[in-house]
DNA sequence: CTGGCTACTTAGGACAACTGAC
DNA sequence: GTCAGTTGTCCTAAGTAGCCAG
């Protein structure tokens, strides 16, 4: 069999359409007609050559057509009116009375969180028993949203100027410029297709208001001079901060005031608070990474666009005058208070409980019992895909590298995206070009996934695999195409669901994660201090984050921070050994007695020394400069005497003469300490002096290895509660070092249902 | 089947609040 | 008390997945 029975004839196109034509045949295919093997082993020799051409191909680039991104259809083609199933306007009858919280709300003036917490939480869902959970609800009551406070017209002396002359928008074009220049200072405005959408979207505004009203044209957005609108923001911000506590306090208690009445709910007639009530806010759209539409205009949201849903019985929240709710649901199979379609890509948005609700807190238990129950069944997947690795067919391959990829390097399912979302990628939809092989077994995997986070990982991958992925990206297969063109989430999950009821590609992500945090806290011993403890844990989170591909940006001060740190210890050490010079000054005996004690002494320089003295110098200065600054900042305030240059010139002379001394210990070698000593003082504070570098140095490795680490999603979302209740308990450490407060009521079914004996 | 809807889960960054060293 | 650095919360984007009509 030659190359021309491949599955895909060379006259066919490689367009998406062909492509996802190709799939629908596929499970006829084999890999016998596919590729000229025996066994369904396929001839590695051949493939293997062509895989090290395309590796080492840094010579095909030139060759090569540049690679394209084929991707499959393109969704919304013509972003066609959807068949306006239009928002029924159901007038408003019954008289909007206000939902009054269970308990008299005066009772408290001030209001006790903790309290709250106890008299609502009365409810323990986890010990009731539910039958039906297609109905989440019988009674639902709540007050509705809060829309965001309408546009205020800037002050008449702030304009935008566009080719150096004062513009004068109308108020909603106004509105628009002002998100972006709000944005000034962001990384977004310094984006093209930002700057595109934006401008395209803001020219739109204004053409529908009418243009501007002293006649300037905006045609050029690179004449756009925003800097006058920013300034005043900024202006904005910084009075803001100036206010005094009491003057923050109030506006906080009156924000409080107002939010009171949507912070909670009324589910089956109890009390839950609701996650988001407020209704965002219009704005500019930050789409992550190379997102096409990032920097379009998200539009307002009025009333007539919210969709409520509660109980037929419940009030209707009011609305002022004129205005009506888009339409009222009575939906009690699902868990949304309220729901709004954005105008970015036409999804909807909904408004849906607080995270320690009890209906979500049930979703996220079920999420762990099922990944749980995977525990009983991953034997058997894993035999299977093992075997299926060398399926005749094609599809089965496909399936079971697919099911490989995700069980062991975490991989998320990877759906088919939409030409206007940011070109991301999961597992059925890797492409040629993320995939890199390297005989005989490493694999590099480089791709951006989920929120654009770069997923670089250079494995070893099972023999057989290997050969696989050889296969997928074979010829006439070329940077653009689907590695798993046979391949989408849902045939995979149908394929899973035989396995186990309910299971899909996700559920192996929070079956590793909670495997993997079990197996790593079964390996700290339970000794040491409760910091030592709370130090493994996180370090077995951080497995687990590592595991899932978690990550956060840098934050820009790391760096220096890192620096700051790793100047401490070495100062800390350089003071250590000094120290023990100073024995050896007071007793030279010691050296005999202890020669390994008095090793370091020889390992500092007299570099990393003048070093270390220099920087103690700089930073005794700085002190003293800014001293002297706060100190009349103060005087002056109190109407006191100032203090006068000469007594900034006293406190430097001081440190001036601490640096001559420095100066003559360098020469001669000889330390001299500030208070007379004696061999046994020195040792203890040596010995503080190495706890202490120790502390400094794990924090530092610590902080090192965070740096890139992201531990909370895993927290909130993968790791089963239980293991951090069960291995507190266990250990003896407080639950509140690990969650905090919101945590600990998101898992307060975990907190309060788990023995020390549980296990994942 | 497939594609489009719909609902729900997972995600990182912005920003506010807190904390500990000086 | 002030400041810098850290932690916790909020915000909303971006995934997964089930369902249903054609």
Redesign the pocket.
């Known amino acids: 069999m030659t190359s021309d029975l491949h599955e895909r004839s060379s006259d066919e196109e490689d367009t998406p359409l062909a492509q996802?034509g190709k799939?629908?045949r596929a499970?006829q295919v084999t890999i016998d007609e596919e590729y000229d093997t025996e066994d369904g082993e396929y001839n590695s020799d051949i493939a293997l050559s062509q895989v090290s051409e395309n590796l080492n191909g840094k010579t095909t680039p030139e060759v090569e057509e540049p690679p394209k991104r084929v991707r499959r259809?393109v969704?919304?083609e013509t972003p066609k009116k959807?068949?306006t199933?239009k928002l029924k306007k159901i007038k408003v009858e019954s008289s909007p009375k206000k939902l009054t919280t269970p308990k008299s709300e005066e009772d408290k003036s001030v209001k006790e969180e903790e309290d709250e917490q106890e008299d609502d939480g009365g409810y323990k869902w986890w010990e009731a028993e539910k039958e039906d959970d297609t109905i989440?609800w019988t009674t639902l009551k709540h007050n509705g949203v809060i829309f965001p406070p309408a546009y205020e017209p800037l002050p008449s002396h702030v304009k935008l100027y566009y080719d150096g002359k004062p513009v004068d928008l109308p108020p909603k074009a106004e509105e628009v410029a002002g998100f972006y220049a709000a944005l000034l200072q962001?990384?977004h405005t310094k984006n093209p297709v930002f700057q595109r959408n934006f401008f395209d979207d803001f020219l739109e505004v204004l053409k529908e208001c009418g243009g501007t009203l002293n006649g300037i044209e905006i045609k050029v957005f690179s004449k756009c001079d925003f800097n006058k609108m920013f300034e005043y923001y900024e202006l904005q911000k910084e009075q803001r901060k100036q206010l005094s506590s009491q003057e923050?306090k109030q506006l906080?208690l009156e924000k409080e005031k107002l939010e009171e009445p949507y912070k909670f709910c009324e589910l089956d007639g109890r009390k839950e608070q609701v996650?988001?009530f407020?209704i965002?806010?219009p704005?500019l759209?930050?789409?992550?990474?190379a997102?096409p539409k990032?920097g379009k205009l998200?539009r307002r949201v009025y009333p007539e666009d919210v969709v409520l849903n509660l109980d037929n019985e419940a009030p209707i929240p009011p609305l002022p005058e004129g205005q009506n709710w888009g339409e009222i649901r009575h939906?009690n199979?699902?868990?949304?208070l309220a729901?709004w379609r954005?105008n970015?890509?036409?999804?909807?948005?909904?408004v849906?409980f607080a995270a320690n609700s009890s209906l979500?807190g049930l979703?996220?238990f079920k999420?762990f019992e099922k990944a749980r129950q995977l525990k009983d069944h991953i034997d058997p997947i894993r035999k299977d895909y093992t075997k299926n690795l060398k399926s005749k067919i094609m599809l089965e391959r496909q399936k079971s590298v697919a099911i490989y990829l995700i069980d062991v390097f975490a991989l998320?399912?990877?759906?088919e995206?939409s030409e206007d979302?940011?070109d991301?990628v999961?597992?059925c939809s890797l492409r040629y070009e993320h995939v890199t092989l390297k005989p005989p077994t490493t694999v590099i995997f480089d791709f951006l996934?989920?929120?654009?986070?770069r997923f670089y990982q250079e494995v070893e991958v099972d023999k057989q695999v290997f050969k696989n992925l050889a296969i997928f990206k074979r010829p006439p297969k070329q940077p653009g195409h689907q590695l798993f063109d046979r391949l989408d989430?849902?045939i995979?999950?149908k394929h899973l669901?035989h396995y186990m009821p309910?299971l899909?590609?996700?559920?192996f992500?929070?079956y590793n994660a909670s495997k993997t945090m079990q197996d790593q806290l079964d390996l700290i011993p339970n000794e040491g201090t409760v910091a030592e403890k709370l130090l493994k844990y996180n370090a077995a989170n951080r497995t687990v984050a590592i595991l899932?591909?978690?990550?956060?940006?840098v934050?820009k001060?790391h760096a220096?921070?890192v620096q700051?740190a790793s100047d401490k210890i070495r100062e800390l050490e350089w003071q250590k050994i000094r120290l023990k010079k100073a024995i050896l000054q007071l007793d030279k005996k010691q050296m005999k007695e202890r020669p390994k004690f008095f090793e370091e002494v020889e390992d500092i320089t007299k570099e990393d020394e003048m070093a270390i003295h220099k920087r103690i110098i700089e930073r005794e200065v700085e002190?003293c400069h800014k001293k002297f600054a706060?100190d009349n900042d103060k005087r002056k305030f109190e109407n006191m005497e100032l203090l006068k240059e000469s007594d900034l010139k006293e406190w430097l002379d001081k440190v001036e003469e601490q640096r001559l001394n420095f100066e003559q210990e360098l020469k001669t070698g000889v330390v001299e300490l500030k208070m007379a000593s004696t061999v046994e003082k020195l040792d203890k504070q040596i010995e503080k002096l190495d706890q202490r570098i120790q502390n400094s140095a794990i924090q530092l490795r610590d902080?090192e290895e965070n740096s890139q680490v992201?531990l909370?999603?895993?927290k909130?979302?993968?790791i089963d509660p239980r293991l951090s209740v069960v291995f507190c308990k266990k250990y003896g450490v407080p639950i509140e070092k690990i969650f905090?407060?919101?945590?600990r009521e998101k898992f307060k079914w975990a907190v309060e249902s788990v023995d020390e004996n549980w296990r994942f």
């Open positions: 996802s799939r629908r499970a259809k969704k919304n959807k068949t199933r989440k962001s990384d923050k906080r996650g988001n407020r965002e806010p704005g759209f930050r789409g992550r990474g997102h990032t998200k939906d199979t699902v868990q949304w729901m954005e970015i890509s036409n999804s909807f948005k909904y849906r979500n979703s996220d999420k998320r399912a990877g759906g995206k979302e940011a991301t999961g597992c996934g989920k929120d654009s986070i989430p849902s995979l999950n669901q309910g899909t590609a996700k559920v992500r929070t899932c591909n978690h990550q956060r940006s934050t001060t220096q921070s700051k002190k706060r902080k992201s909370g999603t895993s909130i979302n993968y905090t407060k919101s945590l």
